[in-house]
């Protein structure tokens, strides 16, 4: 299988979480040949097809749609790795507190020329995307469970349960209704192992909404807990920009 991994607008923290997969790498080399991967060699060329491309990272800039549209025609199979891959993540949080250009002014500077750049947004929003595993970073395994999955010629399966669901089969002390934090874990996709909650720390919402969320209900639960609306939705906001809040009161 011929694999290319890369990212867009992003940290690199989801590709570095690959190669720190030490001891499972060569389990997955000898299921795929690496063609295209700049973050671990020099020399890339997108000039070959791919049966898959593993793309991290938000779009925000021509170049990221320019290496995007050649990667979805280069591959059979294109994957939105991450949760900025998947829902513009942290790179795209404050898409709807300022303009693109006052952003760009606040770092660059009133007298520097600004870069070409528009509200990073999600792969999904400008190609078709066969597959995804979210995370900020990805779990290791999961990134396993990928890799096999398209050397067999499938798709992984995507959970499709709360990360409340860990935290239960793990017998910890809900966050939420038992120590009353702001925990985010009734509508967060789970496969982390509840690793936050496990130690106390509330789910911050980095692997985005479970499919169907209640986030209506969420929100209502929250308030109703006395904590702010603000304070929740800007919350909710940091891995995943938009959510939908059902019925605002």
């Known amino acids: 299988m011929k694999l290319a991994i890369t990212g867009l607008t992003a940290c690199s923290g989801c590709q570095l979480t690959l190669l720190n997969c030490e001891d499972e790498l060569p389990e ?4 795929c040949e690496l063609v295209y991967f700049p973050l671990a060699e020099s020399g890339n060329v997108l000039d070959v097809q791919f049966d898959a491309a593993i793309v991290e990272g938000a779009v925000s800039t021509p170049k990221d749609l320019e290496l995007l549209f050649k990667l979805r025609n280069a591959s059979t199979h294109l994957v939105a790795y ?3 891959a998947l829902f513009g993540g942290v790179a795209a949080m404050n898409n709807r507190v300022s303009t693109r250009r006052e952003l760009l002014r606040s770092v660059f500077g009133a007298g520097e ?7 990073p947004a999600p792969l999904a929003n400008f190609v078709s995307v066969d597959a995804t595993v979210t995370g900020c ?3 290791k395994q999961e990134i ?11 798709l992984p399966p995507a959970r499709s349960y709360p990360v409340c669901t860990e935290c239960r089969s793990h017998e910890n002390l809900c966050l939420l209704l038992e120590k009353r934090e702001l925990c985010l874990g009734p509508v967060v996709q789970g496969g982390c192992n509840a690793r936050c909650p496990a130690t106390g720390i509330v789910c911050e919402g980095c692997r985005g909404p479970v499919r169907e969320a ?3 209900q969420e929100l209502e639960l929250l308030l109703e807990r006395g904590f702010g609306r603000d304070e929740i939705e800007r919350r909710m906001s940091r891995f995943k ?3 939908d809040y059902g019925k605002r009161s």
């Open 28 to 31: 997955l080399l000898g299921h």
């Open 82 to 84: 991450g949760t900025c």
């Open 113 to 119: 020329k600004l870069p070409e750049s528009f509200p």
């Open 137 to 139: 970073p990805p779990e």
């Open 144 to 154: 396993m469970e990928l890799v096999v999955a398209l050397a067999a010629g499938t």
């Open 214 to 216: 209640n986030v209506a």
């Open 241 to 243: 920009p938009e959510w």
